[in-house]
């Protein structure tokens, strides 16, 4: 069993878990993952790492109540355990002192790029930092976002705080005000100059980023685990087909080269469990219900 140790209400929906897992903790590098599986009955659901603490043995786990096993997470309290927690799998961010370096999160995703743009940034990094969400109520973790950042640049949908518009809209700005200033885009030391695009959230949201930098043939990592299940790659339900070969997202990433990504095959897959899954919402939301009328009947 692991203890959630603290819960952190982030915004609606969201909140941040610290879970004791000291072996984890130990061995786990930014944007590795874990699966969790909350009790006997639940079902195997991937979560990015969002931060681990070696020293008091815990890692921080992000997660929005959308389905039915994040909704049952959701009501879980500290003192409260999860049975499992496997990992850390996948393979880590490649980090190493790129020159400059820009990480962009959208919604949950901010989670995961948090500890990615910290570790770019004690490597050497200038790291500028791009995060959005639907509204300014649902924007999370900016401050410690702007504290492990050379730049922060925030946007909302509703244009409730910062940029009016999406992630990708803010991103495609600032390239085209910055990329062309100074020496030669060859020149990998000069600062006005990307080297790297690391981008984490919502599939549509990453194609999307993909499609901005490739007129300017700018590297772009996405992470896709969201569509991950068993997490040890014996299931086959996150096959992506990447340059043309397919890959399993568990075992061969969850980063790879988002120029190279198949997103609409991607976007089909995913798709293809959204009927199940709101299923399995309901029939929870209504098991809820029923016990809650139960409680108030005897009353």
Sequence with gaps: MYKITKKQNLSKGIDRYYIEAPLVAKKAKAGQFVIIRI??????????????????????????????????????????????????????????????????????????????????????????????????????LKDEMKSVSDELHVCTDDGSEGFHGFVSGLLDQYLK????????????????????????????????????????????????NSIMVDGTGMCGACRVEVGGKTKFVCVDGPEFDGHKVDFDLLITRQNMYRSEEKKSLNLYKEKCKCITDKKDISK
């Design 177 to 224: 005000e910055n990329i062309l200033k100074g020496a030669s885009k060859n020149s990998k030391n000069n600062i006005t100059n990307i080297a790297r695009v690391i981008a984490i959230g919502p599939v549509l949201m990453m194609a999307s980023v993909a499609k901005t930098t490739r007129p300017y043939n700018l590297d772009t990592i996405v992470s896709l």
């Design 39 to 140: 009790n006997e009955e639940g079902e195997r659901i991937p979560l990015t790492i969002a931060g681990c603490d070696r020293k008091d043995g815990t890692i921080s786990l992000v997660s929005m109540g959308a389905g039915k096993t994040t909704a049952v997470l959701s009501e879980l309290k500290e003192g409260d355990s999860i049975l499992d927690v496997a990992g850390p799998l996948g393979n880590p961010t490649e980090i190493e002192n790129f020159g400059k370096v820009v990480c962009v999160g959208g919604g949950v995703g901010i989670a995961p790029i948090l500890p990615i743009a910290e570790e770019l940034k004690k490597a050497g990094s200038y790291t500028i930092s791009i995060i959005g969400a639907k509204s300014k109520d649902m924007l999370i």
